[in-house]
């Protein structure tokens, strides 16, 4: 019983903190393409208050959609996952939810999860 829940809560810590890095970067390329398009030239660099915002805005909804979809991701998996696994679904979520901030804006942190879990399922499949 206390391996389960041992095993729960490393699953959701590591949920939030990927949710976190996720929403954090999905936040940053969002809101520059938005703004300045594909160039970093000129004004359209990012300082240091522009990645604080990303951090706590971008960093809490990722994290709050985060711990959701790694429960789900974790029970569509079986409750078995490999580090390769893991990492397939963290880079199709960071790279898809960053593209889709590029097209969509800030509505993309309400595709992303979804993502997330339609990746997992191709990698429980492939098993």
Do not use: E
């Not at 960071?94 to 879990?117: D, E, I």
């Amino acid at each position: 019983m206390g391996r389960a829940v041992a095993k729960i809560l490393l699953v959701s810590l590591g949920s939030i903190a990927a949710g976190w890095l996720i929403g954090t970067l999905q936040d940053l390329v969002a809101l520059n393409v938005a703004a300045c398009g594909h160039s970093l030239s000129g004004d359209c660099r990012v300082g240091v208050a522009q990645l604080y915002l990303a951090l706590w805005q971008g960093g809490l909804i990722g994290a709050t959609f985060g711990l959701p979809t790694g429960l789900v991701a974790w029970y569509i998996l079986g409750g078995r996952s490999t580090a390769g696994q893991i990492v397939g679904i963290l880079l199709g979520s960071l790279l898809g939810g960053c593209a889709m901030g590029a097209v969509v804006s800030f509505t993309s942190a309400f595709f992303t999860p979804l993502l997330a879990l339609i990746i997992a399922a191709f990698v429980r499949n492939r098993q």
